[in-house]
């Protein structure tokens, strides 16, 4: 079973750029989550969806950050623009209703300079 | 979600037992014990999960305390791949609700 894909792998840019990231979850996955990991810190949930609806985004910086699932599989998550404090890695989870646990990609690592 | 209460750190001599403790002091009757490890530049990886009973797989054992205020997930034999940081999450029912992590436990598996 092919994992939980996400791209790319590293991320540099420079402050107030825009930046996009991607996600495929497991296939059937209903649920996708993006997490934000800042260094040293445990991930914190960004935003979830069930198939393309949005669950909870109470922790999305809404005025720099979006994020769509549009047909209910691959997400993008985008900044714009980019602040320092956003160097951290994005990971992307994806599971089912009947599953127990939730399945996380690499993430990417973003750096704001 | 109920908060835990992990050790920032620990340290095991390989071939040993790693006996990793969390306090979730206010977890409710429908909150399941969860536990993650996330090796180094690598996405969180799911171990183990539980609700009052000990349960145990291919990785790892949970072990919960009967009034469900605290638990402790053992690695039988700790090898160096072992090497991680582990999470132990309070989460209700179902995989469509959210995962909270806490900082962890960074164990480190020594020679």
């Known amino acids: 079973e092919a994992g939980v894909a996400q791209s790319p792998r590293y991320k540099i840019i420079e402050k107030r750029q825009s930046v996009a990231f991607w996600c495929n979850p497991i296939?059937?996955?209903?649920?996708l989550y993006w997490y934000q990991q800042i260094l040293g810190q445990g991930p914190k949930l960004l935003i979830q969806?069930?198939?393309?609806?949005?669950?909870?985004d109470s922790q999305l910086p809404k005025d720099r950050f979006s994020a769509e699932r549009l047909k209910g599989v691959d997400s993008t998550l985008k900044i714009q623009p980019a602040k320092l404090e956003d160097s951290a890695v994005y990971l992307c989870?994806?599971?089912?209703?009947?599953?127990?646990?939730?399945?996380f990609g690499q993430g990417t690592r973003l750096t704001v300079v | 979600d109920a908060k835990t209460t992990q050790p920032t750190s620990m340290d095991c001599a390989e071939g040993r037992a790693a006996n990793l403790p969390c306090n979730h002091s206010?977890?409710?009757?429908?909150?399941?014990v969860y536990w993650y490890r996330q090796i180094h530049s690598q996405g969180p990886q799911y171990i183990i999960h539980?609700?009052?009973n000990n349960e145990t797989n291919e990785m790892a054992s949970l072990i919960i305390t009967e009034d469900r205020k605290s638990s402790t997930l053992i690695l039988p034999h700790a090898t160096l791949r072992d090497t991680a940081v582990y999470y132990c999450?309070?989460?209700?029912?179902?995989?469509?609700?959210?995962?909270?992590f806490g900082t962890g436990t960074q164990l480190k598996v020594e020679l």
């Open positions: 989870a994806s599971t089912t209703p009947q599953d127990a646990s939730a399945f």
């Open positions: 296939s059937g996955h209903a649920t």
């Open positions: 969806f069930q198939n393309n609806g949005v669950v909870d």
């Open positions: 206010t977890i409710s009757g429908n909150e399941y």
């Open positions: 539980g609700l009052k």
């Open positions: 999450i309070v989460r209700a029912a179902g995989g469509g609700n959210k995962l909270t």
